[in-house]
């Protein structure tokens, strides 16, 4: 059970509650309102894909054309990877978590001054490198992914998570296993581990540094690629010793942008394995009603030909 601020969807429990309840002295289990009985259990791998952002601009393009390839493994194989040498100093990163820290112990109040509105509140900012190195690898003439998806007023979600030490974490989950909305979400935490991913059908711990940046390719990244990037589904665990904190920005295509399968991958493909939709729609149905039933990704797969005209 986390507390998610800023945004604040609707199966999140309030934020004070949460914590208030894990700070209380009587608690030594789980209300029932919260149990989620699981298996939280993770692998560990020393095969997770790291990729040095660093040498993405490098002059030596024998050293480049590695680096681009560890990024297009990681994307197509594991969805996943952990970012190093990115460029933002431990102590920017640090004051990112001290911040989210000092907002989760506000008082109720003045915590609701910072909640967004609406899902189209968004944060805009963000260097996009990686999607333009991901429009690279994907063979797609420069400028094209920035055009397309309208990159230039980009939208950006950033929310933190407050995971307080839980008595029973066999008998909790954190965030329960789900995709982001968007193409790349980038994730930072307190040096507490707690994030897995699923690969192959198996759960993996992520036990990255806590300077490195966690970084998973996303539904729209999924759409867009079609289907050569997969969303990655992850979920977050709880321990029963520390508090953890995680801060998440997910970073998408612009508000208004029809989000739907490159043309040339869509030529090359023969045909598109995804629907178009506009990139906010899918945002605010996705919050509406995340974690439960069908994923708006499941809905948006055309299966085979005859299946055009179908929908959710
Ligand atoms: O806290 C984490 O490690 C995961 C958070 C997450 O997946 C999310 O906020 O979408
Ligand atoms: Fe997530």
């Known amino acids: 059970m986390a507390a998610t601020a800023p945004m604040k969807p609707s199966h999140i429990v309030e934020n004070s509650f949460v914590k208030a309840l894990a700070e209380s002295s009587i608690l030594n289990s789980v209300p ?101 190195d991901i429009g690279e690898n994907l063979e797609l003439e420069e400028g094209y992914i920035d055009e397309a998806l309208k990159l230039n007023s980009c939208f950006q979600l950033y929310a933190a998570n407050y995971y307080p030490p839980c008595p029973q974490p066999d008998q909790a989950m954190g965030i329960p296993a789900h995709t982001d909305h968007g193409l790349l979400t980038f994730l930072i935490h307190n040096g507490v581990a707690g994030l897995q991913i699923e690969h192959n059908g198996e759960w993996f711990n992520t036990n990255s540094p806590q300077n490195s940046i966690l970084v998973n390719t996303a539904d729209h990244l999924e759409i867009f690629s ?58 605010e149905t996705m919050l509406s009603n995340r974690f439960q039933g069908k994923s708006n990704l499941d809905c948006l797969k055309i299966q085979d030909d005859t299946e055009l005209k179908t929908r959710c």
């Open 32 to 132: 029932s309102q919260f149990s989620f009985a699981n298996d939280s259990k993770g692998f560990d791998s020393d095969s997770i894909p790291i990729v040095d952002f660093s040498l993405l601009a490098s002059d030596d393009p024998d050293q480049r054309a590695k680096v681009l390839r560890d990024l297009d493994n990681a994307c197509r194989e594991w969805g996943f990877f952990v970012l190093i040498n990115h460029g933002i100093s431990d102590s920017l990163l640090k004051d990112i978590i001290e911040a989210s820290l000092e907002y989760f112990e506000l008082p109720k109040e003045d915590k609701r001054r910072y909640e967004a509105k609406s899902s189209s509140d968004p944060i805009k900012s963000g260097t996009r490198k990686l999607l333009q």
């Open 226 to 283: 079609n289907g050569r990037y997969k969303s990655v589904k992850h979920r977050a665990v709880v321990n029963k010793e520390a508090t953890r904190i995680s801060v998440v920005m997910a970073n998408g295509a612009a508000p208004d942008a029809i989000v739907s399968p490159a043309g040339p991958l869509v030529e090359r493909d023969g045909r598109a394995y995804y629907r178009p939709m506009k990139f906010i729609e899918y945002v």
